[in-house]
C-alpha cells in the first residue's frame, strides 16, 4: 500500500516548551487511524507541526512520499492536506455557505455543493444563516464540508465529535466511513474512544509527545487493559 503520510522523529516547539519528542508513525492510504492519548499528551500539536502551525519543528513529515519538513505553512495545504481544527474556525459573520466557499480549492475532485449538502442535509436547510447561528454540530459539519470542497483527500480531524448529541455523533461516524469507502486517508484525534475504535485501522496512543504503542483494530480486545493503564477510560 501507498503510504500517504509518513512521521518520523518530528519534535516540535510553542516558543521554549519541547511538545514533540520523536514522533514516528505512518499511514496508507485509504486507511483511517487514530492519536489516543490523554490531553496534553501531543496529538494536537502533531496535526499542528504536520501543517507548519508549530514555532519549530524538525525531523521528517512526508506527505505522498514528499518531504515537507521545510515547506512554509501555505504550501503544505495545496499537497492534498485538510484540517478540521478542535475549535472549528467559523467565521460569525458569514453565512453557512459563504463560510463553505471561503477555502480555496486546492486539488481535482473536491466535493461539489450538491455532493456536501446531500452529505449534510442540515447545512442546505442552514445555509443563510449566520455562523454564529448554527448548532456545535452545524458548526463540526461545516468545519468538515469545508475541507472536502477543498479537494483535499488526507484529512487531520481533530476532536470532531467533543461537546455534541449523540445522534450528531452517529452522523459523523457515518461520514468518516463514507470518506474511507471514496479512498479518503484520515487522521483523529479523539478523546471518544467509542467513536473511534470501529472506524479505525490502527491506533496510536501518544504520551509524552511520542507513541507508546500501535494497537491494530484486530487487537482492540487482547490489549483492553494496554490502552486503559494509557487512556484511563
Known sequence: MTIALE?????AWYGESHILYGMN???HQGEVVTLLGRNGAGRTTTLRAILGLTDKRT???KINGVETIKLMTHQIPPMGIGYCPEERGIFST???EENLFLPPVISAGGFSAEEIYDMFPNLYERRSSP???LSGGEQQMLAMARILRTGAKILLLDEITEGLAPVIVQKLGQVVKDLRAKGYTIILVEQNFRFAAPLADRHYVVEHGKVVETVLSSELIQKTNVLNSYLGV
Open 7 to 11: 512521521i518520523k522523529n518530528l519534535e
Open 25 to 27: 508513525f505512518e499511514v
Open 59 to 61: 525531523g521528517s513529515i
Open 94 to 96: 458569514l453565512t453557512a
Open 131 to 133: 455562523g454564529t447561528r
